[in-house]
């Protein structure tokens, strides 16, 4: 019984809320462009997965009702930061190179759902798409394929204004050279930026 009032206390507070935002919802899903910017850092969870800080480009054209056309362009830095595993296989040391070096350059293309009248002037997203990426380590270069997908809430402070942020994944395979091979990815990122509507 408490937690039933409880919820309905919930919804009248956020009614509340959202009232006198309602008008201006309209605004936020009608660019029809978008270009956000974002700063932040990406863990890469498998071998040869980039890790390290990350910048976030993106641009976006509103196609109907919810639907974004999104375009990506994404940049990794990795360092040496990090350890090894490491373990002895009763033979000799097997050593497994977390993805915490490297360099990525990623494109994305996808599509966008904003959820524009759930709290405006809050608006939560989704996003997936396909993926392409350069990579390159010290002495060895290499390629990436996969899908990308995540989301995030922007606050607009004014109708064509917000900040907020995001966490995405992203898994597919890499090709290495010098034998290196075909390899897993997986990583995950967040960022921190804002979206302007123009």
Request: negative net charge.
């Amino acid at each position: 019984m408490r937690a039933m009032k409880m919820f309905m206390a919930f919804l009248v507070v956020a009614g509340l809320l959202a009232s006198p935002h309602a008008a201006r919802a309209a605004d936020f899903n009608h660019g029809p462009n978008e270009f956000s910017f974002h700063i932040g850092g990406q863990g890469g969870w498998w071998d040869w997965t980039p890790g390290g800080a990350k910048l976030f480009f993106e641009y976006g054209r509103w196609l109907k009702d919810q639907e974004w056309l999104d375009l990506q362009a994404n940049f990794v830095f990795g360092d040496r930061w990090g350890n090894d595993d490491c373990h002895w296989d009763g033979h000799h040391w097997v050593c497994h190179h977390w993805g915490y070096r490297g360099f990525e350059t990623e494109l994305v293309g996808g599509v966008k759902w904003k959820f524009v009248h759930v709290i405006p002037p809050f608006v939560p997203y989704a996003k997936v798409g396909g993926l392409v990426g350069l990579i390159s380590y010290p002495n060895l270069y290499g390629f990436a394929i996969g899908v990308r997908g995540g989301g995030g809430f922007k606050y607009f402070f004014l109708k064509n204004f917000g900040a907020g942020m995001e966490v995405n994944m992203a898994m597919g395979f890499n090709m290495i050279n010098h034998d290196v091979g075909f390899h897993f990815f997986w990583a995950i990122d967040i960022g921190f930026g804002i979206e302007v509507l123009f």
